[in-house]
């Protein structure tokens, strides 16, 4: 059983801090937000996360986690700090590490024994070695020579299901050149390395790189489909079935190869540019992933011009858009193809009806600088409620099972275009419905 210090209550700090204690571990995250802090201790979780909630409260009962804004005051006791701040997109696309800085530096004017220091923030190649000279340079302001090492530990969570990939996780990498370093984070992680699970133990830049390229083959895999389904568009052939038959090939997989309107979200529209910013830095430039992020813009213009397609002039149109946030599952809107779809349709002249399940509060914000052509509804039925078009932009559950005939005898023209492809053409026509999908040929 390990003490560990959790710097950080954001999505990556929660859910670290909280799943660390539910491994047995005594765990405190600190926060310098008193509100968030404040809030946590009275269980109320900060984020959309389902399955968060219970954990927080099992193992805020059992007493093996704690919230704290005193940093001093809990590394008395702790050997372990894990880094969970925030990495900011800046202007050049780069990761902003202001607070990763600080946060290093606050450790280093602190520390009284040996600590490992864990970088669990997604950072640049190379943050390990910058976070240790931060830590060493305010020792060595103190006068003191104590002992730390740090460590790479990306996460590796998907918005709606982190409790589930923390808690079994495929792999769990450990970049560190420290036997004792490395022994300490077995310790931690001492649940999942009695069950066997996967420890990629390597130096701290291949576990920095190995983030940044793993989420970024991702969402090549994502733009690849997306390219693919607009092929078949033009030439005949249906993507649900090539799809399929892709992913029986043990080469490639089936997750990740699902059209849509483009991927959005924290991580990788940020990762993409960061790890293309690395690239430039280092005169290897990144060619597919530079092409990805293009792609993936045009990607979700290309989905809103669907919807003109499909229904001619935009001006006086009323169009319902079921799904804001950028996957199902969270409140999550960064980035999502949503904000440009209904920023697009808006800008034609049509006025929007939109629901979201979990991310209205966010759409509202999202969604000002076009808000006097939104209705935010009260659920799905409302939204569709007098609409020339449904339009499901992310594929929640509650829209898989849409009572179609009652949403037929809602709208005010027949038609239904599906851009997560969640609908069998046959079954939206059986209601009396147009079907447009993604990647569905006409020939």
């Known amino acids: 059983m390990a003490n560990i210090v959790i710097i950080g ?39 959309y996360e389902p399955g968060l909630d219970a954990v927080v409260e099992r193992n805020s009962r059992c007493g093996r986690l704690s919230f704290s804004m005193d940093l001093a005051a809990v590394l008395r006791d702790s050997s372990v700090v894990f880094i969970a701040v925030g990495t900011p997109p800046s202007d050049d696309g780069s990761a902003d590490l202001v607070y990763v800085e600080e946060a290093a530096r606050q450790v280093g004017r602190l520390i009284t024994q040996y600590t490992v220091i864990v970088n669990k923030s997604t950072v640049p190649i190379g943050t390990g070695r910058k976070v240790y000279g931060w830590v060493k340079e305010e ?22 299901s982190a409790v589930y990939d923390f808690t079994h996780p495929d792999r769990v990498v450990i970049g560190s050149e420290s036997e004792r370093a490395r022994n300490i984070m077995r310790d931690v992680y001492r649940s999942l390395y009695l069950n066997e699970t996967p420890f990629i133990e390597t130096n701290l830049e291949s576990a920095e790189m190995i983030k940044y390229a793993s989420n970024a083959f991702l969402a090549v895999k994502v733009t690849f489909i997306n390219e693919i389904a607009n092929l078949c568009e033009k030439t005949g052939a249906n993507v649900r079935d090539v799809a399929r038959a892709m992913g029986k090939d043990g080469r490639i997989g089936a997750k990740f190869l699902h059209p849509g309107p483009g991927y959005g979200g924290s991580c990788f529209p940020k990762d993409t540019r960061a790890l293309v910013k690395i690239g430039r830095e280092n005169d290897e430039i990144q060619n597919i992933v530079e092409t990805t992020i293009k792609i993936n813009e045009q990607q979700k213009l290309r989905a809103a011009k669907k919807v003109e397609a499909v229904l001619g002039s935009l ?53 000002a600088a076009i808000k006097n052509s939104v209705y935010f509804a009260a659920d799905e039925y409302d939204a569709v409620k007098g609409s020339d078009a449904l339009i499901i932009a992310t594929e929640w559950n509650q829209f898989r099972n849409i009572d179609l005939a009652r949403a037929s005898k809602l709208l005010a023209s027949p038609c239904f275009i599906d851009l997560r492809n969640i609908y069998k053409p046959e079954e939206v026509s059986s209601a009396g419905l147009r079907y447009f999908g993604i990647g569905i040929g006409i020939k």
């Open 139 to 160: 020792l060595e302001k103190r006068g003191q020579n104590t002992g730390f090492d740090v460590v790479s530990n990306p996460e590796f969570l998907r918005e709606g």
């Open 315 to 367: 001006a006086e149109k009323t169009l319902c858009v079921l799904g804001l946030s950028f996957k199902p599952n969270t409140d999550d809107m960064r980035e999502s193809p949503s904000i440009s779809i209904c920023e697009y349709l808006s800008s034609r002249g049509a006025q929007l009806r939109v629901y979201d399940p979990a991310a209205m509060k966010e759409a509202k914000w999202r969604l």
């Open 9 to 47: 209550t954001g999505y990556v700090g929660s859910v670290s801090g909280a799943c660390l204690a539910d491994f047995g571990n005594n765990v405190v995250c600190i926060d310098n937000n008193i509100e968030k802090i404040e809030s946590l201790k009275k269980g109320i979780i900060p984020i």
